[in-house]
């Protein structure tokens, strides 16, 4: 059985840092993207960008380049996203996805609520 | 800057069929911008539905199609159930980058 299992909640202050995970099981997670969702409260989904674990390509939406991270570690299954400086502006659930390519989603983690507030 | 365009609301009576769209700021969509389509309940993560353009999921009830009508993508809900009252997202790849719309909200009514 497929399955992304996403880290827990985070509360964070503005300024500080933070790398969320995303694990996947039941697949070779070497041969899928991992991309990552931003779904801020009450809004739409919006693209952050993608990785290919098996060779770390990353591709980034423009209006998140420099903003966040993308990484993973295929020897532990796991996709990251991080940020160096939080602001309040990045509050949001956060969903990553698999893509068998990358213009094709078809498992959704069940999210990860990062709340920054100080 | 690239814009997905959805219809930002749809209502649609039980048994009845909708189609929802897609279109693309840059011109018309062809199935090379494998379109995805995505059904998001409240408090609920997304589910995927189709991908490029036609294509099913397992788990994609038969009665969502998707397909290209009139340089757009395009969702059809027939015989529309209230479980599927929702909110649907298009999603296009445009050369390594993606762009969701801003979303359907669907009433069945």
């Not at chain 1, 993973?72 to 659930?93: C, E, F, G």
């Not at chain 2, 062809?30 to 490029?52: D, E, H, M, V």
Request: glycine share 12%; with cysteine; aromatic share 12%.
């Amino acid at each position: 059985e497929v399955q992304l299992v996403q880290s827990g909640a985070e509360l964070k202050k503005p300024g500080e840092s933070l790398k969320i995970s995303c694990t996947g099981s039941g697949f070779m997670f070497t041969s899928y993207w991992i991309g990552w969702v931003r779904q801020m409260p009450g809004k739409g989904l919006e693209w952050l960008g993608i990785i290919y674990p098996g060779d770390s390509d990353t591709k980034y939406s423009p209006s998140f380049q420099g903003q966040v991270v993308i990484s993973a570690d295929k020897s532990i299954s796991t996709a990251y996203l991080q940020w160096s400086s939080l602001k309040a502006s990045d509050t949001a659930m956060y969903y990553c996805t698999r893509h068998e390519a990358p213009g094709d989603v078809d498992y959704w983690g069940p999210g990860t609520l990062v709340t920054v507030s100080s | 800057q690239t814009v997905v365009t959805q219809e930002p609301s749809l209502t649609v009576s039980p048994g009845g069929t909708v189609t929802l769209t897609c279109a693309s700021s840059t011109g018309a969509v062809t199935s090379g911008y494998y379109p995805n389509w995505f059904q998001q309940k409240p408090g609920q993560a997304p589910r995927s539905l189709i991908y490029s353009t036609t294509k099913k999921h397992s788990w994609t009830p038969a009665r969502f199609s998707g397909s290209l009508l009139g340089g757009q993508a395009a969702l059809t809900l027939s015989g529309v159930q209230s479980d599927d009252e929702a909110d649907y997202y298009c999603l296009l790849y445009y050369s390594g980058a993606l762009i969701f719309g801003a979303g359907t909200k669907l009433t069945v009514l």
